[in-house]
C-alpha cells in the first residue's frame, strides 16, 4: 500500500531556509513528485514538481535521490507569510494522486 | 483562465436536506476530482471523473452523489448527510487523469456543516 509520510510540523525564523522531507515507499516508476502548499481554508497550491536530482523554480527546490524513496522541498530565506501546511505528493502505483501527512511550517520573526 | 472554481463558499445544512456543491474550471482539463478534508488532516480523495465518466469511486457513501454534466462542471449532490461529514469539500482538475506528473489545481473549497 502506498505510504507517504512526513515529519507532523517544523519551526523556523525568518530569512532561514527550511528543508522538509517526504517518505513516499511506493511510488511509481513513471510518476513524478509534486509538493504543494495549503493555508487554512484554502485548496492547496502547487509549489513544484520532479522525477530525480535536483529542480529548481522561483520559490523553492526540491531534491530527489537516485532511489526516489524520498524526496526534499527546499524553501530559501522563508517569510512570516510562508507559514503554511505543506503537502507532498506521489502519484502511486494506481494514479490516485494520494497526499502525504503533511508538515505544518510555522515561521516565527 | 487557470481557476477552479467552487459553490457555495459555506453551507450549513440539516440531516435531512438536499443540497449540491459545485465545481468549474475552463482549463480544459478532462480529469475532475472531489476531495474531502477535515481539520489537520490531508486532503483525502473521493471521486475521480476522466473525460466525463466516473473512474474512481474511494467506497464513499451513497448520501454523497457525484455527477459530471460536461468536461467544465462537477457536482456533489449531498442527501442525508451525518454531522460526520462537515468538512471542506475541495474540486480539483488536472489535464488527464492518468498522467504522471501528479500537477493539480484545486479551487478553495466549500465548508460543509452538517447539523
Known amino acids: 500500500l502506498a505510504k507517504t509520510t512526513q515529519p507532523i510540523s517544523m519551526d523556523s525564523y525568518e530569512g532561514q531556509e527550511v528543508n522538509i522531507t517526504c517518505s513516499h515507499n511506493?511510488?511509481?516508476?513513471?510518476?513524478?513528485i509534486t509538493w504543494y502548499q495549503q493555508f487554512p481554508s484554502q485548496g492547496p497550491r502547487f509549489i513544484i514538481q520532479?522525477?530525480?536530482t535536483k529542480v529548481t523554480n522561483e520559490v523553492a527546490s526540491l531534491f530527489i535521490p537516485a532511489d526516489r524513496k524520498s524526496s526534499t522541498l527546499s524553501l530559501p530565506r522563508v517569510s512570516l507569510s510562508d507559514t503554511a501546511v505543506y503537502y507532498c505528493l506521489g502519484g502511486g502505483a494506481t494514479n490516485k494522486l494520494i497526499f502525504g501527512t503533511g508538515t505544518l511550517l510555522a515561521v516565527q520573526p | 483562465d487557470t481557476e477552479v472554481t467552487q459553490t457555495p463558499k459555506h453551507l450549513v445544512m440539516g440531516m435531512t436536506n438536499k443540497k449540491s456543491l459545485k465545481c468549474e474550471q475552463h482549463?480544459?482539463?478532462?480529469?475532475m476530482y472531489w476531495y474531502k478534508q477535515k481539520a489537520k488532516k490531508p486532503p483525502e480523495l473521493m471521486f475521480v471523473?476522466?473525460?466525463?465518466?466516473?473512474?474512481i469511486n474511494e467506497s464513499v457513501p451513497s448520501r454523497f452523489s457525484p455527477e459530471c454534466p460536461n468536461s467544465s462542471l462537477l457536482n456533489l449532490h449531498l442527501h442525508a448527510l451525518q454531522p460526520e461529514d462537515s468538512a471542506l469539500y475541495l474540486c480539483?482538475?488536472?489535464?488527464?487523469?492518468?498522467?504522471?506528473?501528479?500537477?493539480?489545481?484545486f479551487g478553495e473549497g466549500s465548508r460543509l456543516t452538517v447539523l
Open positions: 480539483a482538475s488536472s489535464q488527464r487523469q492518468r498522467q504522471n506528473t501528479g500537477e493539480l489545481f
Open positions: 520532479g522525477y530525480k
Open positions: 482549463m480544459g482539463h478532462r480529469a
Open positions: 511506493n511510488i511509481a516508476t513513471n510518476d513524478y
Open positions: 471523473y476522466s473525460y466525463e465518466k466516473l473512474s
